[in-house]
């Protein structure tokens, strides 16, 4: 008797890729993995996309999505673009490679024209020219999507690191240090020394670059209106 093809949907597609990713990232990503995970022959997979890309796109637009649902913010241009920040780092955070895909694809989604729309709402407000509020939230964006891959790339290298060797990270890092001058190191090591680099991927951390950018948006504007 001939085996019966595994049912398959969009739905339970996407929901295969985002498992795949949080394993073994999206370096590693491939339709053949999916499909083996759906139990599925790969060209299955070209009835619903139409290639690698294609599925990206679509990952995003749902994490566009989940943005618009999530993002609620009634106040002024500097606590709506505050309010969005927080509320797209939440989302990447929950989704794996989410920053990486958002990164790598274009506007050609519903969700994500709409996200682009609804950030340039956030600043339609303020004196600024069409280009500059195009860059204020293409700096705003950008913070938070290098802000959480940088956190998520650490993560992974430091368990890469556990993985490969018996001696945690930081005491082989401060071995390296004490083999290297102050003129080289002084400031690294004082930064290192008192716990600074713990900071880094923490609330904190991402609120205080949040507010170095809206600060100079703030600045900007008041020069404008001199």
Request: charged letters at 25%; hydrophobic letters at 40%.
């Given at each position: ?9 969009e739905d339970k ?38 290639s690698k890309q294609?599925?990206y796109q679509r ?168």
């Amino acid at each position: 008797m001939k085996k019966q093809q595994p049912q398959i949907s969009e739905d339970k597609i996407l929901e295969a890729s985002w498992e795949l990713l949080g394993e073994d990232g999206i370096e590693k990503f491939s339709l053949r993995r999916l499909a083996d995970r759906l139990g599925i022959q790969a060209p299955s997979l070209y009835w619903y996309f139409k290639s690698k890309q294609n599925l990206y796109q679509r990952l995003a637009n749902q994490v566009s999505r989940l943005i618009l649902e999530e993002f609620h913010s009634e106040g002024d241009w500097k606590e709506q673009l505050k309010e969005l920040a927080i509320t797209v780092r939440s989302v990447l955070i929950r989704y794996p490679c989410s920053t990486q895909l958002m990164m790598l694809t274009l506007p050609h989604e519903p969700d994500i024209i709409r996200f682009t729309n609804r950030m340039l709402l956030c600043v339609e407000s303020t004196p600024l020219e069409e280009e500059q509020k195009m860059q204020v939230v293409t700096t705003l964006v950008n913070y938070v999507f290098y802000f959480v891959m940088d956190d998520y790339q650490h993560q992974r290298n430091v368990s890469a690191i556990l993985k490969d060797q018996e001696t945690p990270p930081g005491e082989e890092l401060i071995r390296l240090l004490d083999s290297m001058s102050d003129t080289d190191v002084g400031l690294f090591r004082r930064t290192f020394t008192n716990g600074m680099f713990k900071l880094m991927g923490t609330d904190r951390a991402f609120e205080f670059g949040l507010k170095v950018i809206l600060l100079g948006i703030e600045q900007v504007i008041k020069e404008q209106q001199k």
